[in-house]
């Protein structure tokens, strides 16, 4: 996303140029988010004071906006998948067709402990095995 100030009215546009879209019409430096509190904005001034000038510093600019976010921000937008399987994905001696399936818990377990999310949401996830046309549903 790009903010652009409008000479003409003294507004700020808050652009994604990758879409070729005007995301607001009147962004103010102050929000924090925009698109419904769906993106965090890592606003930090004028062009000439970007921190960012390498792959390196930019990640690190990126790492510093994640932090900045609020804990209470996260565990309302994140929300934990509770996984469940069907028999059609079990294989005869009780094992999983896809060895990846446990990985999917703990994995998410992992990811929300390190960060100290605890989301306020759970959505159901029903895995069935799919068939051999890359189709799924």
């Known amino acids: 996303m790009v903010a652009v100030r409008d000479p003409a009215n003294q507004r700020w546009l808050l652009a994604d140029p990758t879409n070729r879209r005007i995301i607001s019409n009147d962004?103010?430096?102050n929000d924090k988010t925009f698109y419904g509190d769906r993106y965090?904005?890592?606003?930090?001034?004028?062009l000439d004071n970007y921190p960012a000038h390498t792959p390196d510093e930019l990640k690190d600019f990126y790492a510093?906006?994640?932090?900045s976010v609020p804990p209470?921000?996260?565990?309302?937008?994140?929300?934990k998948l509770s996984f469940k399987v069907d028999p059609s994905l079990m294989a005869g001696n009780g094992s999983y067709l896809n060895p990846n399936?446990?990985?999917?818990?703990?994995n998410q377990d992992d990811m929300?402990?390190?960060?100290?999310?605890?989301p306020e949401k759970?959505?159901?996830v029903l895995l069935v095995k799919g068939g051999d046309d890359a189709n799924g549903r």
């Not at 929300?112 to 605890?118: D, P, R, S, T, V």
């Open 27 to 29: 962004w103010s430096p």
């Open 40 to 46: 965090w904005i890592g606003y930090c001034g004028p």
């Open 64 to 67: 510093k906006t994640l932090k």
């Open 122 to 124: 759970e959505i159901a």
């Open 101 to 106: 399936i446990p990985k999917l818990t703990q």
């Open 112 to 118: 929300l402990a390190k960060f100290h999310i605890q």
């Open 72 to 79: 209470d921000f996260w565990n309302q937008h994140i929300f």
